[in-house]
Structure formats: C-alpha cells, structure tokens
C-alpha cells in the first residue's frame, strides 16, 4: 500500500474513534436534554375491560380506542369462549370455574403490527356466591343451585327437622322441606366443603313464616257496637276462638265479618281472637277493642233506686254539691241522709267515689253512720269514719245502673249502715239486719 493511502487511512480511523469516543464521553457527562426523546412501542389503546370474574363466570367485553387498521383477537385457554370482534368491542364468555383454584386466560389483540394482551381472571370455585335460599312457606322440593360438575360434601344443621331429605344432584344440591308450620320464619345453616377439606362455604336456608295474617291488623268499635270486615291472607282452614259474649264472627271468602253489641257496662272493653291453622297449626292473634259509652256529669242527677241485701228498696236522689265534681245523695225515706259523693272524669264519668257519712244520732247518744265496706287482712270487715277518708267506687253503666266496682283496699261489694258511741270511737253495734246487710247494692237510675 502506498505510504501517504496508509497515513491517510490510518488518520481517518483515528478520527473517527476521537470523535466516537468524545459523543459517547459528552453523552454521559451531560445526561438527557431536552432535545432528548423516548422511543416507546406502540400498543393498542383500551377505553374499558372485564378482568375479573367470578367462580360462575359470565359474558365480558373489552372496548378499544381509536386504532388503524383491522381489530382482531384470540386466546388459547379453552375455558374463555365465543371470543367476537365487531368493530371496536371485543365480546367474550367466561365458563364456570369448577376447581378449587383460581384461573387466568390472555386475550391477545392485534391491529396491523400492533399487538396487545389482556389478562383475564377468575376466582376459584367456592360452592356458591349466596349467603342464603329463601323457601316459601309451601316447602317442598327445592334446588340450591352450584356449578356443574362441582365435586363437595355438604351438612345440614340436625336440629333443622323440618328439611325432611337432601342429595346432591347435577345442579347442585336438593333439599325436601316441609310447609311452615308458624308464622314465624326458620332458618338452617349448610356447610359445602371440597374433598381435600381446602375450601368450605357457609350458607343459611330460611323458609318464610306462614302467610296468616289479617287486613286491618286489628278492628276498634265506638260504643254503639255494628259490624266490621277483615281480610284473612293466606286462607286454609283455620279455627277461631275467643272469649267475649258481647262479640261474634262469621267466615265470608275473603275472610269473616265481625259483630259487636253495643257497650252497656260503661267501661272499654278488649277481646283477644285467636286464629289458628288447621292443617299447620299455624297460630297468630287478632284484637277487637270498643270505646267506652260516655257518661256526662248530667247523667248522674235524680232519683235513684238502693236495692239493698235482702231485697229492701229505698229512694235516694242525687243533686249538685259542686257542678261537675260533685254530689248531695239524700232521700225522703231516710231522714238526715246526707252523703257525699264525688265525681271522676276518670274512666270516662263512670265512677263514683261515696264517703263515710253521719246519717243520725240514736236515742243512746250513738251515731249511725253510712260507710263503705272493706276487708281487713284477717278477713273481717273494716269500717273508715273519716270524711273523704276512704272511698267505695261505683259504675255506671250508661243507662241505668250503678253497680260497686270497689275501692283503695280489698272490698266488699256495697255499702253498709255502722253503729258507733256518742263519741265516734268505739263499735257499739250493727245496723239490724248484720254488718253486711247493703253488700251487693246497686242503684237503678228512676226514669
């Protein structure tokens, strides 16, 4: 070679490698710049995914952004099917997942040169994703549905009687449950459990309580009594029964009609009706209430018949000590008879408070007195001279009758006539006919 080529090319070689080398050495010395830039590997853009499913699986799309060029997709895993491409949207579905562990599948996407992948999971089989079966009341047979193919052990709680057989079956698992025997609903837990013991699942059966049931739920009458429908839901045969002569009831196809009499005792009065089914023993209760019959101060004034113990009959009447609070009880057949009686507007008007009253002076100095009657706690009969001191109660019932309701202690039903000394402070003996001769008094209003 000639001399000055060899120079030549020997300089220009190491030229090039100054030049190399000082590019290389200004690069790492100066690091990246702004006129620096990043080359990234182009990937199909995704608007929005299904990843994740669960072990019973479903339909997913993937929706893809703006792309050139034609979409299409695969995937190997045999379990990820009907894999679609319409346009920008991918559809696919994910079968049930029958193993105890979870899965992933890759959909491989591909637009010209361009590729992307997406991950696809699915949870592992867990029996079932209910935490509980609702049964009717009609019982029956029932299937609690659980992957195909799945292979479990199940255990019912033993005190659940009322599931009469259970098996399991291509679909999952059937239960034989009896009709509901209450109102009241039942529950019962499971437990599914894989062979190897590695997964368990929990689950509650709850039957509905029987469907006995009443619209309104419960009927109020005004004093005047008349009837009243009811809705009977749930209609088999059922009995009804209750306690209230003022009271009757009558089957109708929608349910029965309820009759009350009108209210003459005076107070409010509630009957409890109690339905029950014949053929379940289903039982639930139904409540009639009717108002009380409104008494007025007014009502109370004039003449009254005492029919005392024994049959005896005496004419009292009742006029106005203080309006609207209280009364003068006197009579013509019983001189000096002066008794006060007070008026309550408790228990709507119908109780009337009597007192210990003087009615005279015998001969001897003592005093009769006309008191109402108690038993004492050994049985005897107690005697309260004290005005207003104690008190005997008295209903009326709105039309005609008073009758002793009783008092502040254990009482004998009435009133009674007391002999006491000229002093008042000793017993000196009964009013003829015994200590109990006004016991069971009523008085009857005169017309």
Known sequence: MNSTIKYRHDNFLL?????????????????????????????????SADYDFDQFGGNGTIVIGEIVGTLSASCEQEWLTSLLVNGSTVSFTVTPNTSIRSRVAEIFLKSGNITSTVIIAQESAMFTNKEEYIISSDGGVNLLEMPSGLEYSFTIDPEATWITSSQIVSQGLSIDVEPASSILSRSAKVILESPTGRKSKTFTVIQE??????????????????????IVSGKRSYSVSFDA???TFEKNAEGGVFTVASNVNGDGRTASVTFTDESYGAVTTFVVTQ??????????????????????????????????????????????LKIEV????????????????????????????????YTSASGGASFYTGIGSSASYFKFDGVSTIICDGGTSAVIDGFILFNRNAANTANVGWYSGGPNRFTGTVLNKIQ
């Open 209 to 230: 309580g029987y469907d006995f049931g009443f619209f309104p739920e419960a009927l109020n009458f005004a004093f005047e009594g008349g009837s009243q429908n009811i």
């Open 15 to 47: 030229n090039a490698c100054s030049i190399l080398m000082l590019i290389v050495g200004m690069s790492l010395f100066s690091g990246c710049g702004e006129g620096d830039w990043d080359y990234t590997v182009p990937s199909i853009p995704l608007v």
């Open 245 to 247: 002569p003022w009271l």
């Open 342 to 373: 007070q008026w309550s507007t408790a228990n709507n008007g119908r109780r009337l408070a009597i007192f210990a009253q003087q009615l005279a002076t015998n001969s001897d100095g003592s005093i009769l007195l006309y008191l109402p009657a």
């Open 291 to 336: 108002d009380p019959d409104p008494a007025e101060y007014e009502d109370y004034l004039g003449d009254w018949e005492i029919m005392a113990y024994g049959g005896n009959k005496y004419i009292v009447t009742l006029s106005v000590k203080e309006e609207k609070k209280s009364f003068y009880m006197t009579s013509e057949s019983w001189p000096g």
